[in-house]
């Protein structure tokens, strides 16, 4: 189903809809597609396995696709937490291919994927970020994300080094 049809700076335009499991065939070629860049700040690899686990946890999800000219450039989502007492949060992540960055894709995907949330009535979303990912962070800002904490040396990078993340969230009213 079509939930949102974005243009984005340049006239590209992205139709934006929820993950189902036929995609996963179309999602795994985008993590493959992707580069070691936008690969360096997340968890990879997001390989066959963790697509799987993904597509498996589909019901506890609020996921959505970003396509353009018969591909996947943007995938985002949130896990909604299976315990009763954290029912209502849920932690995101989105990824977008390289050729869709700084073009407003990011924006357009989290402002739908935010108002779906809020349709199903969550409470809280939250995140962690490497703190030198800066457009990512500021993009969290931008929709209305918030810095709770830091973490310390919390995640290892090709360079050989710890890197501090953001713990961030944001409170849905």
């Not at 993590?31 to 019901?59: A, K, N």
């Not at 609020?62 to 029912?87: E, N, Q, T």
């Not at 390289?98 to 989290?110: K, R």
């Amino acid at each position: 189903m079509l939930l949102y049809t974005a243009t984005l700076k340049g006239g590209r335009v992205v139709h934006i809809r929820e993950l189902r499991m036929e995609d996963k065939e179309n999602l795994l070629e985008m993590y493959e597609s992707v580069s070691d860049e936008v690969m360096r700040w997340g968890m990879p690899p997001y390989d066959r396995e963790v697509v799987e686990r993904w597509l498996s946890s589909l019901p506890n999800m609020i996921a959505l696709l970003a396509w353009y000219d018969g591909r996947i450039v943007g995938h985002a989502h949130i896990l909604r937490f299976s315990r009763s007492r954290r029912g209502s949060v849920g932690d995101l992540i989105i990824y977008l291919h390289q050729d869709f960055h700084n073009v407003g894709l990011g924006t357009a995907m989290l402002t739908e994927l935010l108002r779906v949330a809020k349709s199903q009535e969550m409470d809280r979303i939250s995140l962690e970020i490497v703190v030198d990912n800066e457009r990512a962070v500021h993009l969290y800002e931008k929709v209305g994300f918030r810095v709770e904490g830091v973490l310390k040396d919390a995640y290892f990078r090709e360079d050989g080094k710890y890197h501090d993340e953001l713990a961030m969230a944001l409170i849905i009213e």
